[in-house]
């Protein structure tokens, strides 16, 4: 079976797939249901309990009207009916309980297991998926969308079957009462549902509309707090305040629009049940002139007929959250069917011996696009340091970001130890591969938990790569040693004691393949001289791709590539690259009299 190569994952965004409907919704929740399948049940029944028990008072009003009052009353009927209205109180109460335990133990279940999904779902995405889709997106769709799809549950569950059941038995009383006056009731149904089904489609829209600029809205917060130094130094709150303004007003526009629309089914409801009330009125009075009807009777059925109106209007009123929740439900099932990234032939792949090679590797962001490699062919023997260099753009971080599969090429192949990449379980891959960048993340950790990310710290060897990043003795100055949390990506830290945290994690790791891309570019001198000492020690031993724009830290590698366009326009040693007098000397040559100067 062929794998699907990663970038194929770039053009679909999350939440633009098939419209969802409250069908194809329910049969995506049942998977999820079924393991709670009979406390599903439970709840049914405990709300059915709920519903009969709302019948049961207008039940009640009748003998007691009809035999509890006046001096001709039943003795009986005075005390019997009000002992029946606290017992039925009592069931209505404790049947309320157990089924909003039960609904809430079941929705909270299917919560947890759909954040759980869509999480594993992100994490094993491609690095396609990470590219198209901004923070705030996914962080809208794992924590808030997803509660979208809980409210439907329980407001789609309790109205459905609970004021449903109460219509049906409030009607059932009312045909028994009085057919005739029934009908008149039975008419206002289908008026109801064409209403329903005319709110129903601009409520969709509306909603879907919303969502995205609710995640627009999320997008700005998120760029102007990863940026406020930007923001600050040129003045642009300002221009921020009226960006984020611009936006919340359109969003509350569409709320309102929104409400609006939402909004207009209760009240022509209510109207529809006044006029229908009018004719019930008129019709009992006729009745009750030629003892058609009793005093009980009449008041039983005006009092069933006003209970009726109170879940049909919960009927409607679950249309809004239900629009909201069929939106929420594209954004979440679009995230848990997000493909993941192919994972490999299942070779194993204990130690590698460190020997790439690519051969005639040309890569491009689908069919069509511009390509940004083109037969590009190498080797690197175990231990050998190779060097990329280059203009901006040329394709140097392209070409090391296929070697851990970020990508797959779109011609040619990549191989470690003689083996296309294709053929290795991908894990077993990446643990052969360490990797240090310029953007070096670190997480809201430990020091220890930081160095040994992705498996459990053993403090031995965390201080080991600490002394040969020579950060240990900075470490062991901070207050709780190993034990600091380095705040949110090493803000505790500066930016060279970041970048030698990052290469202890690379030592911790102990990797036969190691990549460089930038690592020092972005450090004063100083700095970079701690840095590239710890370098030095950890590439020892290892196969390394080092890309630099600062010529002088790979002078003393084994070979150098010079990429321009895409292509190897250049290679050899830095001396034999000089004596050529082409671009790899062009570029020295600028960046010596720029120190120079």
Known sequence: ??????????????????????????????????????????????????AATEAGIPALLKPLLDHGFGTKGSPSARWIVPAAVIGLALVRGLA????????????????????????????HASVGFFQRETASTVINAIVFEVNQILGVLLSVLVTSVRDSLTVVFLLGYLFILNWRLTLIVAVLLPAIGWLVSKINRRLRRLNREHQALTN??????????????????????QYEMDRFGEMSKRLRGYQMRMTISGGLAQPITQFLAS????????????????DQTTVG????????????????????????????????????FGLIDEPVEPAGGGKPLERARGEIEFRNVSFSYGPGARSILENVTFSAAPGEMIALAGPSGSGKTTLVNLLPRFFDPSGGEVLVDGVPLPEYDIHALRSQIAMVSQDVTLFND???????????????????????ANLWDTITALPEGIETRVGDNGMKLSGGQRQRLAIARAIYKDAPILILDEATSALDSESERHVQAALET????????????????????????VMEAGRIAERGSHQQLLEQRGLYAHLHKIQFQQNAA
């Open 1 to 50: 079976m062929s794998e699907t190569s990663p970038q194929s994952t770039l053009s679909k965004p999350i939440g633009t797939g098939p419209k969802s409907t409250a069908s194809s919704v329910g049969r995506r929740l049942w998977p999820y249901i079924k393991p709670l399948f009979w406390v599903a049940v439970a709840a049914i029944v405990t709300l059915a309990i709920v």
């Open 96 to 123: 309320q309980y157990a089924s909003g335990y039960l609904l809430q133990y079941m929705t909270n279940k299917i919560l947890l297991e759909l954040r759980l999904k869509m999480f594993e779902r992100m994490i």
């Open 216 to 237: 627009e809205l999320s997008y700005i917060v998120e760029e102007t707090v990863g940026g406020y130094k930007v923001v600050k130094v040129h003045n642009g709150e």
């Open 275 to 290: 006029i229908a009330l009018a004719i019930v009125i008129t019709i009992a009075v006729v009745q009750a002139s030629n």
């Open 446 to 468: 430990t020091v220890a938990n930081n160095v040994a990310y992705g498996e459990q710290a053993d403090l031995a060897r965390v201080e080991e790569a600490l002394r040969a």
């Open 297 to 332: 009777g009449f008041v039983a059925f005006v009092t069933s007929m006003l209970l009726v109106i109170s879940p049909l209007k919960h009927l409607i009123d679950v249309n809004q959250p239900l629009q909201r929740g069929m939106t929420a439900a594209e954004l979440i």
């Open 538 to 561: 950890l590439m020892k031993g290892r196969t390394t791709l080092v890309i630099a724009h600062r010529l002088s830290t790979i002078e003393r590698a084994d070979r150098i590539l």
